[in-house]
């Protein structure tokens, strides 16, 4: 089978398409044919190397996969069985979903849903279950479409855009963060009430700014996070989930004791099952068919390489998923 592979020694950092042995996958009870897998911001800074996410060499990437189960020990799971993975370390420490196959604990799996097929489900991927556990976060903390305007940054990428439709599917008036103003009808079909700069929000700001939104999904982090919190109205909510312009936090205490915000931090990777299945299921009822292919690229696993360069560049709009099997996309 074939696999991109990442390899780590004195020649370097490097990322390949390889031929892999199936005896060298990595420990698990249950194998799958992956039939897609996805390219995520995680996914890119492995490939390339500029971050730190491969914990362990050589590795496969691939946060994400869905596939059929092959061979299981698991008495949860069937020859024939229809899965997904999001997370759980795959592709940083565990052989990951851009190969043929991927040998996994069971218990790192969930059905894929009824509602789905494979490749619908990696067009939503980690992107869209963050979205909505992103969301999940703010309606915990009493945001509703009542409350008053959602803000979403990083609105051109995959979470940003899921959360952007998600949101309005829910009632929400949302307003879409980006510095892409070429993916504006993009932005307004997918449900976008109105769209802001992201410079408004990435230089260092006031402690404390006029309250505008109700709630936030940000995918940023740094100044943008910072200035978010600044002006979140009293008792709203933030949901942290990324870090693309930092990973500092160059804020005050001043908004969460005067105004009594909630800044949220969604982890997905580590997310107990019993939220993955929730989450999953308002994905699988929540989006239809035309959300998925407004936001999906497909491309091939021989691409996936060349992608991540472009991913990390802000040159992709949406979701890239990879088809494992063959056959080749057009980049978006």
């Not at 009493?142 to 979403?152: A, H, R, Y």
Request: with cysteine; glycine share 14%; net charge neutral.
């Amino acid at each position: 089978m074939k696999g991109i592979v990442i390899e780590k020694d004195d020649g370097g950092y490097r990322a390949g398409l390889r031929e892999i042995d199936e005896e060298r996958l990595t420990d698990g009870d249950v194998l799958v044919r992956v039939a897609y897998s996805s390219l995520n911001y995680k996914d890119a800074l492995a490939i390339t190397g500029k971050g730190p996410v491969v914990r362990r060499f050589p590795m496969v990437p691939g946060i994400d996969l869905a596939g059929t189960v092959e061979q299981s020990f698991d008495p949860g799971f069937k020859p024939g069985d229809p899965v997904l993975l999001n997370g759980w370390g795959v592709g940083e420490t565990h052989w990951g979903g851009l190969a043929g196959k991927a040998r996994l604990h069971g218990e790192w799996l969930q059905p894929l849903p009824q509602e789905l097929t494979a490749r619908q489900a990696m067009i939503i991927g980690t992107a869209g279950y963050t979205a909505m556990l992103a969301i999940m976060a703010l309606e915990h903390h009493g945001i509703t479409p009542e409350s008053g305007d959602v803000l979403v940054t990083g609105a051109g990428g995959g979470v940003g855009g899921f959360a952007i439709r998600l949101l309005s599917r829910l009632g929400y008036r949302v307003i879409a963060a980006t510095g892409r103003f070429d993916q504006d009808d993009y932005m307004k079909g997918i449900g976008a009430a109105e769209i802001i700069g992201r410079h408004e929000l990435a230089k260092p700001g006031k402690p404390l700014m006029k309250e505008r939104w109700a709630g936030a999904i940000d995918a940023l982090g740094s100044h943008t996070l910072a200035n978010i919190c600044a002006s979140i109205r009293h008792g709203g909510a933030v949901a942290a989930c990324g870090l693309a312009q930092g990973m500092d936090f160059p804020a005050t205490v001043v908004p969460f004791i005067l105004r009594g915000i909630t800044l949220a931090g969604i982890d997905s990777a580590m997310r107990p099952m019993s939220d993955r299945l929730k989450a999953w299921q308002r994905l699988a009822k929540l989006l239809k068919a035309e959300d998925l292919e407004a936001i999906g690229h497909d491309i091939g696993l021989e691409e996936a390489i060349a992608a991540a360069d472009m991913l990390l560049a802000g040159h992709v709009r949406g979701r890239l998923v990879v088809n494992i099997t063959g056959g080749q996309g057009a980049m978006p």
